[in-house]
C-alpha cells in the first residue's frame, strides 16, 4: 500500500518585524535590565569605598591600641565610657 504524501506549502506572508506594542515592551524590559546592572555597578563601587574606609578606622583603632599599651600598660578600654581594663595580676 503506497502513500500519497503531498507537500503543506504555507502561502501566508510571514511578519517581518514584532508588532509596535511588542517592541516597546522588549525594549522596556531591556532597558529595565540595564538600569538594575548599572545600579549594582554603582552599588558595588560603593561597597568598596565603605569597605577601604572601615579598614583604614581598623587600622587608626590598632595605632591607638598600641598608644594605650604604651601610656597605660593595657589596650583593653571599655568604648562606652574610656574605663581602662586592667589585667589582674
Known sequence: MGKNKRKVVDLAPKAEKISEEQLKKLQSYVG????????????ETRKHQVL??????????????????????????????????????
Open 32 to 43: 529595565g535590565i540595564n538600569k538594575a546592572q548599572m545600579d549594582i555597578g554603582m552599588l
Open 52 to 89: 577601604h574606609t572601615i579598614a583604614e578606622m581598623q587600622d587608626e583603632i590598632t595605632l591607638l591600641q598600641q598608644e594605650f599599651d604604651k601610656d597605660y600598660g593595657t589596650f583593653d578600654v571599655n568604648v562606652n565610657d574610656g574605663t581602662i581594663n586592667y589585667p589582674e595580676k
